[in-house]
């Protein structure tokens, strides 16, 4: 009987120790999320967030599904292997290898990444103040990746010499 008594008490203990905590808990814890969402209120989407981007890359993928047939046109094998194209141009190996493995998982053309990332080289340097650029080119050498580079502009011609008329 007194073991009882022991273990009630100790029962009764714990649940007003937890009581307490609680009141004590919940206060801090509604001041926590009142200021964090005060914080995430006063944030408004920035130009150029990536949200935004979001529907012009379906746009592209589905243009892509359009335009080519076979696996090369499927929406995991465009995305992974934009990707992997866009990281091997920032020399960026391990991550380019290793969506080139989930890109071959998902049983997408090797030949289609070795002929687009060719013709990405091929067009020479990408203008770095263009944020698009880019993913531009990568988009338009996975749709043909045959794309002929555009010759370099002709240099500016000399002036003329001027000539005197002293005979």
Avoid at 29 to 35: C, G, H, R
Avoid at 126 to 154: G, M, V
């Amino acid at each position: 009987m007194k073991s009882m008594k022991l273990l009630v008490r100790r029962g009764a203990v714990a649940v007003v120790t937890l009581a307490l905590a609680t009141q004590f808990v919940a206060p801090v814890k509604a001041q926590a999320q009142s200021s964090d969402s005060k914080a995430t209120d006063q944030k408004a989407p920035q130009p150029g967030d990536k949200r935004e981007s979001v529907p012009k890359r379906i746009d592209e993928i589905a243009e892509i599904g359009r335009l080519l047939s076979g696996p090369a046109a499927n929406p995991e094998c465009v995305w992974l292997g934009r990707r992997v194209i866009s990281l091997l141009w920032r020399d960026d190996l391990d991550t380019a290898f290793r969506h080139l493995d989930l890109y071959d998982r998902f049983g997408c053309p090797g030949g289609q990444i070795q002929a687009t990332f060719r013709c990405v080289v091929r067009q020479g340097d990408i203008d770095s103040k263009t944020p698009d650029a880019l993913n531009a080119r990568i988009h338009a050498c996975w749709i043909n990746p045959s794309i002929q580079p555009t010759p370099p502009a002709p240099p500016a011609p000399a002036p003329a010499p001027a000539e005197n008329s002293q005979k």
